[in-house]
């Protein structure tokens, strides 16, 4: 199935609009978290247009092209992360942030066995707030956008994972997918031990209730 440039034209020319957006999204993000505690780093973007004419010309499993309509079905077109210190954190960022935003779609990511090492995170597909988006452009600016939610350990193996392992020029040899897989291994159980103490040493300010 051959690629249709069309699509990258047509995201090239939101795409300037997409990245103002982002950084109205990381504003507003920054705003309603205000005051939480452990928050690391908020940051949102617009997708790489590369990477936008890569995901939209994808097929599905019959090869059929996978987005009919990838304007509006490609939900990450802006992606926006809030990393937080301790794994406990995920659920009090998460649990304040719902109380002002929508979200149609929640998914805890994690390896499928328990005995495998890989990428976790929280994602989220939440409504663009209205508060950002000029009128004028309502109908070039996506409906969603994603939220992912992490530990400072999950986001620097993601993104590590994602320049060697996803970027890689060639296909990974089985001892270094089991390097990287080491790599998460440290990572979970460092999240796990952090944790631990954490709730050994530090009050749990981000809970009205359970500071009293």
Not at 11 to 33: F, H, W
Not at 62 to 85: C, L, M, S, T
Not at 112 to 134: E, N, R, S
């Amino acid at each position: 199935m051959s690629a249709d440039y069309g699509i990258r034209d047509e995201y090239a020319s939101r795409y300037l609009l997409l990245v103002d957006t982002a950084s109205a999204l990381q504003t507003y993000l920054k705003e309603l978290t205000e005051g939480l505690l452990r928050i690391d780093s908020i940051v949102a973007r617009a997708k790489d247009p590369d990477r936008y004419f890569v995901k939209a010309n994808k097929s599905d499993n019959e090869g059929n092209q996978k987005y009919k309509v990838p304007k509006y079905e490609i939900q990450d077109q802006i992606g926006a992360r809030i990393n937080v210190f301790y794994i406990s954190d995920i659920k009090k960022v998460r649990d304040h942030i719902i109380k002002f935003m929508r979200f149609i779609e929640e998914v805890p990511k994690y390896p499928l066995k328990d005995d495998a090492f890989g990428y976790v995170g929280h994602h989220f597909i939440f409504q663009t707030p209205d508060d950002i988006i000029p009128d004028e452009h309502k109908d070039s600016i996506p409906e969603f956008f994603e939220l992912q939610i992490k530990t400072l350990f999950q986001h620097a193996w993601s993104e590590t994972n994602h320049d060697i392992g996803y970027k890689a020029m060639r296909e990974l040899t089985s001892d270094e997918r089991r390097q990287l897989a080491f790599t998460a291994a440290q990572a979970w159980g460092a999240d796990k031990i952090f944790e631990e103490l954490s709730q050994a040493f530090i009050s749990n300010d981000n809970d009205p209730i359970a500071s009293e």
